[in-house]
């Protein structure tokens, strides 16, 4: 006998699912106590001479009505019909795994919920952070702790233009182009580079932590289509890179300050040497103190990789749901601009209306083409005091120092 499970999806990351069961056949076995082999695939296209040709269906109710299909993987994208299709499997009785940020980012309280009354399971590794194991380790090795801060380098899009940015003093829109001809950014980028993609990670690691609903329509967003090679220099001037990081850090009233934003990270900063399509999730506990976890955040066979992680973990929990914390009550998330930072500006002003704005401050040599206007690094403020300083100035850029 063998476990069967189904595979909803059949693009990159559910064939790498496909193409992991088959090659590492022989330790998933080991691991998850029996066989497990793939039984449907669901797409409405066709795939002729495809290796998995015979195994593939167009209706849903194929895997739903199957009693020998236990296991479902989700990889379709996108919040419908992804939504319909995995709440009908776990209302039929079987367990859901998915790589769906959007979907679990929307809905995966509910989902959560569905399959505890059930006695099945819904989980979700790949949806953050592809191959690296972040959320089982919140989940399972880092329960004795209160986290306090989760941040991390969530999208590796990005975070590989802005590193060819750096080393070859490219601009935006050439290293947009490389990237989409190579393609790590889509042919819309816009998830990507506007910081959407990055804001449904954080909103799910947020609400694992929290333990409540995070609506990731509230998260303050921010993306890197603004940095220009002026930025990326001065940076440099600075002994700073520039990094889209996303950011929760736990308040004391257990709120939490949550911002998806291009931060200026010192050399000392666990993320400042996370580089090119890597992504990184950095954690810091009460009790642990600081953790990093590293590798490869997307990509066909790491995502796939984890999805087959799951699909071991609830084949070897048959009939038994893995409690995950995660109510639906929703979280309030405070004011962005309350939170206090050091700011980098570039402007069009002179020293002395900057100085009348906001006091004395530390300014930076400018670049030459930037010889008619100031660069400047305020003291630490909130964002709503900058933004009242700054309001009659021209600026240029501002971005966050951490």
């Not at 497990?36 to 739903?64: Q, W």
């Not at 509230?218 to 002994?239: M, S, V």
């Not at 010192?266 to 990093?292: I, K, R, S």
């Amino acid at each position: 006998m063998s476990k069967k499970v189904a595979i909803m999806g059949y693009g990159t990351i559910g064939s790498g699912v496909a193409e992991v069961l088959e090659k590492n056949h022989e330790i998933i076995a080991r691991h998850a106590g029996e066989e497990i082999e793939c039984k449907y695939i669901l797409d409405i296209r066709d795939f002729p001479g495809d290796v998995n040709e015979s195994k593939l269906v167009k209706d849903v109710d194929i895997i739903a009505n199957d009693p020998e299909v236990s296991i479902v993987v989700e990889t379709m994208g996108g919040v419908e019909p992804a939504y319909t299709f995995v709440k009908k499997m776990l209302l039929a009785g079987k367990s859901v795994t998915t790589s769906n940020k959007a979907l679990v980012a929307e809905k995966g309280a509910e989902l959560i919920h569905i399959a505890e009354e059930r006695e099945l399971n819904f989980q979700f590794e790949a949806s953050v952070g592809g191959g690296i194991p972040i959320i089982r380790s919140l989940n399972k090795c880092l329960t004795a702790d209160v986290i306090e801060e989760i941040s991390g380098i969530l999208n590796g899009t990005t975070n590989y233009m802005l590193t060819k940015m750096r080393d070859e003093k490219s601009t935006y829109e050439a290293v947009l182009k490389e990237a989409q001809s190579l393609g790590y950014a889509e042919k819309d980028p816009t998830a990507d580079v506007e910081g959407h993609d990055a804001c449904r990670k954080i909103a799910i690691l947020t609400s694992l932590i929290s333990e409540r609903q995070v609506d990731f329509r509230k998260i303050q967003t921010e993306g890197i289509t603004t940095i220009t090679p002026a930025d990326i220099a001065y940076a440099k001037k600075l002994n700073r890179r520039i990094k889209l990081v996303a950011s929760s850090v736990r308040r004391p009233d257990q709120t939490f300050d949550i911002l998806v934003a291009p931060f200026l990270l010192a050399e000392g900063n666990p993320l400042y040497t996370v580089d090119g399509v890597f992504n990184a999730v950095f954690v810091h506990g009460n009790m642990l103190g600081d953790a990093m976890f590293f590798g490869s955040g997307a990509g066909k066979l790491p995502t796939a990789s984890a999805v087959v992680a799951d699909v071991v973990d609830m084949a070897k929990h048959p009939h038994r749901n893995i409690p995950v914390h995660w109510e639906e009550e929703e979280l309030s998330i405070p004011d962005y601009l309350e939170k206090a930072y050091r700011f980098y500006v570039r402007t069009k002003n002179k020293q002395e209306e900057i100085k009348s704005a906001f006091g004395e401050l530390d300014f930076i040599d400018p670049l030459l083409e930037d010889a008619d206007g100031s660069v400047f690094l305020t003291k630490e403020i909130s964002g709503r005091e900058f933004e009242q300083r700054a309001a009659d100035l021209q600026l240029l850029q501002r971005i966050r120092l951490k």
